[in-house]
């Protein structure tokens, strides 16, 4: 695990070597082990290097047997041993027992295709200096976050840069400090923004599953890998006897046991959700030990947050290496400023991933698995049961006339103005909004009247356009799946890939700590998706296609509770404790750059502190203009 980022000039100019230290030493955090330096003819790389396997000898950029390739990679491969044995096979040798050097040697065997033999999570730069070639590529689901800016101009005149984190580019001094609007809006939409935009004009992501080439002057990319059509290089699993359950039970476990391969202890992070539970669950049924870390609330006010009992009960049932670790709600507002400072890019989440992984780090762990992405695969959420439904009224309500619909909307809008899921259902009805697909108004922050209301921007329905095409084109690409196998894709594509790994990712990474989610190898995504959706919903447990794949059970109390994440009381705190410090900034700044209208922003505070909207939007409002104050 480490940070990358780089220099190409398609000219093959001089290198700025100090320029390229700045930026690497930009991303330290994400790798305090060590440093490491590739500068060519028109290319440079760096590396900031988390030492998890080969201890000694993997240190950053990787090269082959003569020395033409050149590679920085952010991740981990977890059949690098697979793979090595293939290559050595062929002939090829090997100076270390990191999984990045077989990065170098998969190419030598495949070319562009050697992304497709790797299962893990990664974003890693390939120079090739035979062909003056550089290969920027992103793992499937989007677990590792790879950025790159290409200004405009003549080709003498461009500069391209990429790096693991957005403000690396950003303070480089090449690129204009300007936010971009249509992140903003997606923002503003959703409380994240979306890919491919980022919140800094002129940085694109490098999308999941994709790879992009640097070579005769220009920049091309190519998709490898989606969930609608898997890669035909998709690592096989042993036949089982017993169907398909019995054929996922395997790919579970090979999933869960491939994601602990380190030369450190791996730990887990346990909520006693069913999901983390099922991490300890597969790896004491394999005879693995698991070393477990739990957050611990230790006021009275936080009691109705504390889930130490569930966490507990499952160290209890297998045996665990268990840490608790306690926490007060001094230590969570301690840590707020350092929190907001570690965001790379705004988000209304991730300051709990921020807390636990600082106490986990801490106590010395450098790697820890994590229960992400079970919901998506698995149906976890109330969304696999309400959108599909709410499609069925939307296609009903499209064929209505619109005189029609009026009197509906006449008769919801009596009800929308002291909730914001009401305004959410008048919003189903009008139609008004064009992102007004049962799915993202599910997980939408601001309607589109609210919008309206906060966002100045001169164009900002040609904005509104541009996200509304790739929203729709992700519903009719997922077409081809059953109702729920829908809600699987575009929760994976949208929520999970622009908060919950994005913020996992940032959050962690500002601590050194390593987070791995097995529920999102390859392999068990393909194999997820192939399931029919109606199976996920079956029993009587959330996720019982899980539960009942593990191959042990997990205590009662864990399967029976009421689902929820891993909160925080943001409610009682910003009417409390972070009132004066929220209220300063909302009403008190400029919010020329962002093109976001105060009054708008007044409104906002105003319903929220009459109980008429959620903490969400005030505290969403908060965050992208500190984030804009200290990096803008």
């Not at 065997?109 to 590529?137: S, T």
């Not at 730990?267 to 004491?284: C, E, K, Q, R, T």
């Not at 870390?293 to 049932?317: D, P, W």
Request: glycine share 10%.
């Amino acid at each position: 695990m480490c940070g990358i980022c780089g220099i190409f000039d398609f000219k093959g100019n001089p290198i700025d070597r100090e320029l390229l230290e700045r930026m690497t030493d930009r991303i330290r955090h994400r790798g305090p082990d060590g440093d490491g330096y590739f500068v060519g003819k028109g290319v440079g790389l760096g590396n900031r290097r988390l030492s998890i396997i080969d201890l000694e000898g993997g240190g950053q950029p990787q090269t082959n047997e003569d020395g033409s390739l050149q590679v920085v990679f952010n991740g981990e491969i977890y059949n690098f041993q697979e793979l090595r044995r293939q290559l050595e096979g062929r002939g090829h040798v090997f100076g270390t027992r990191t999984d990045t050097e077989v990065i170098v040697h998969l190419y030598e065997e495949h070319g562009e295709r050697c992304v497709e033999y790797l299962r893990g999570m990664f974003g890693f730069a390939l120079w090739d200096i035979r062909r003056k070639r550089l290969l920027l590529a992103r793992d499937p689901m989007g677990i590792k976050p790879l950025y790159y800016y290409q200004s405009q101009g003549t080709q003498s005149e461009q500069a391209f840069l990429f790096s693991s984190e957005v403000r690396t580019l950003l303070q480089t001094g090449i690129l204009p400090r300007k936010v971009d609007p249509t992140g903003v809006l997606s923002y503003l939409a959703f409380g994240s923004v979306y890919e491919p935009w980022t919140i800094v004009e002129g940085v694109k992501a490098v999308p999941p599953g994709h790879l992009l080439t640097l070579e005769n002057g220009s920049l091309s990319g190519r998709e490898y890998w989606n969930a609608l059509q898997p890669s035909s290089c998709s690592v096989p699993e042993p036949a089982q006897k017993g169907g398909a359950g019995a054929q996922l039970s395997s790919t579970l476990r090979n999933a869960v046991l491939s994601h602990l391969v380190s030369d450190v202890p791996v730990g887990v992070f346990l909520s006693g959700g069913i999901d983390s539970s099922a991490l300890v669950a597969v790896m004491s049924h394999n005879g693995v030990r698991a070393n477990t870390f739990s957050l611990v609330f230790t006021g009275a006010e936080e009691k109705e947050f504390n889930e130490a009992q569930y966490s507990r009960a499952v160290a209890r049932r297998f045996g665990t290496e268990h840490h608790e670790i306690p926490v007060s709600q001094q230590d969570m507002l301690a840590v707020l400023p350092d929190a907001l400072c570690a965001m790379d890019q705004p988000t209304i989440d991730g300051i709990n991933t921020y807390l636990v992984s600082a106490k986990t780090r801490a106590v010395g762990a450098k790697v820890a698995l994590s229960g992400l992405g079970a919901d998506e695969m698995f149906a976890g959420y109330s969304n696999f049961r309400h959108v599909p439904r709410m499609e069925t009224i939307a296609k009903g309500l499209g064929q209505l006339p619109k005189l029609a619909r009026r009197p509906l909307s006449s008769f919801a809008a009596l009800f929308a103005a002291r909730d914001d899921r009401n305004r959410k259902v008048v919003e189903l009805v009008t139609g008004d909004d064009s992102m007004v697909h049962p799915y993202f108004l599910a997980r939408m922050l601001f309607g589109a009247a609210e919008r309206k209301a906060l966002f100045e921007a001169v164009n900002s329905q040609e904005l509104g356009q541009d996200l509304d095409r790739v929203l729709q084109a992700s519903i009719a690409e997922s077409r081809s799946f059953d109702p729920v196998n829908r809600v699987s894709y575009l929760e994976s594509r949208w929520y999970m890939r622009n908060t919950l790994l994005r913020d996992a990712d940032f959050m962690s990474m500002a601590h050194g700590l390593e987070l791995r989610v097995p529920f999102l190898d390859r392999a068990l995504v393909e194999a997820c998706f192939r399931i029919p959706g109606n199976r996920k919903l079956q029993g009587d447990s959330p996720k019982s296609l899980l539960l009942a794949s593990l191959g042990v059970e997990l205590p009662p109390e864990i399967v029976n509770r009421p689902k929820r994440g891993f909160t925080l009381p943001w409610e009682r705190w910003l009417r409390g404790e972070m009132r004066a410090t929220v209220e300063n900034t909302l009403l008190k700044s400029a919010w020329d750059q962002t093109a976001i209208n105060p009054s708008g922003v007044r409104a906002t505070w105003g319903r929220f502190l009459a109980g008429e909207t959620s903490w969400s939007r005030p505290w969403s409002l908060f965050v992208l203009q500190r984030w804009c104050e200290q990096n803008m």
